[in-house]
């Protein structure tokens, strides 16, 4: 560039302005190119497994009797867990050990242990993510498998821990994955309502239900986010809502808040939640301990707080 500017006839003295403006531009663009130059680098290093991926899915066969089906299997009794072992592929040991339990219509179940004891592994299997290597997971006496699977998985509903909400309004994110003409305003409300969420949305939101809460519900509290997931999970009207550790990222009073609604639910909802709190499955029916894959313990709080010595461990190192 000096070479050039000269050649054109400027004087030195008029150069140095041009080039300091340049090299300030380039200082402050380094950024910039730092950024592109990672981000080209990352997609060609993604971009064979993106490749993979799409193969797959181009490749995947849908059974579309399967995916039509409408009807839910009803459940009047109880889901129950016979002689379950799982271990996951090129993997000898079991992750679950002979596991048999019964969870009886519109009780609330919780599932505790410590890390890497099973918890969420088995509710996987109950919602049928994951088959077992061995044993039965049966609805009353109809054992579920692939012909009846997508049926069974129509009566849950599910909130995780960290729960994804998109860049949209509050009713998209509650109707979530519902194209918007066919999402039913009352159901919306009567979700959230459930959720402990409905006075918040009316009071608070300049647009109500159709304020947008940013991408990942960066507008919205911890508390927000979650009850948001609890009402998405409740539009569906689950006859089985499961928690999966949904409440351990919150504070307390948050937490107390959201069990509030959860044990306001209606009579006939069955709940299952996996908890590291204690306070969040002290009011449930029957509790199990998982140790190592196995069912250690059941009862209720009171009754494993005073028999069972590794509840009892289990209660002082987490509360």
């Keep these: 560039m000096v070479l050039i ?33 990672f981000s080209s680098s990352r997609i060609r290093f993604i971009s064979e497994h993106l490749d993979s991926l799409y193969q797959d899915l181009n490749n995947l066969k849908i059974d579309h009797e399967t995916s039509s089906i409408k009807n839910k299997i009803s459940i009047k009794k109880s889901i129950n867990l016979e002689n379950i072992f799982f271990c996951y592929p090129n993997n000898k040991n079991a992750v679950l050990k002979n596991i048999n339990l019964a969870i009886p219509v519109s009780s609330k179940i919780g599932i505790v242990g410590t890390t890497g004891s099973g918890k969420t592994t088995l509710v996987d299997l109950i919602i049928g993510l994951l088959e077992p290597t061995q044993g039965t997971l049966s609805v009353d006496k109809n054992i579920i498998d692939n ?33 918007i003409e066919q999402i039913n305003q009352k159901e919306v409300e009567q979700a959230a309502i459930s959720a402990n969420l409905h006075d918040f949305i009316i009071e608070e939101l ?17 508390g927000q986010r979650q009850r948001i997931g609890v009402a998405r999970a ?45 306070t969040t499955v002290k009011e449930c029916d029957i509790i199990f301990l998982l140790e190592k894959g196995e069912i250690k313990a059941k009862g209720t709080f009171e009754e494993l707080n005073k028999s069972n010595k590794i509840f009892q461990t289990f209660t002082n190192n987490i509360n």
Excluded at 14 to 21: A, F, K, Q, T
Excluded at 154 to 167: E, F, R, W
């Design 147 to 179: 012909s009846n699977k997508r049926s069974w998985q129509k009566n849950i509903g599910y909130v995780p821990q960290n729960v994804y909400l998109s860049d949209r309004s509050i009713v998209e994110n509650i109707a979530f994955g519902i194209n």
């Design 206 to 222: 300049p647009e109500k239900y159709n304020t947008i809460i940013g991408e990942r519900g960066v507008r919205l509290s911890g």
């Design 234 to 278: 409740l539009y569906q009207k689950p006859k089985i809502l499961i928690l999966d550790e949904a409440t351990s990222a919150l504070d307390n009073s948050t937490e107390k808040k959201i069990m509030e609604c959860i044990n306001n639910l209606e009579y006939s909802t069955t709940v299952i939640m996996i908890a590291h709190r204690l």
């Design 5 to 37: 500017l000269i050649s054109s006839g400027r004087e030195f003295n008029n150069i140095i302005p041009s080039l300091s403006l340049f090299a300030i531009a380039g200082y402050r663009l380094l950024p910039s190119l730092q950024q592109i130059f």
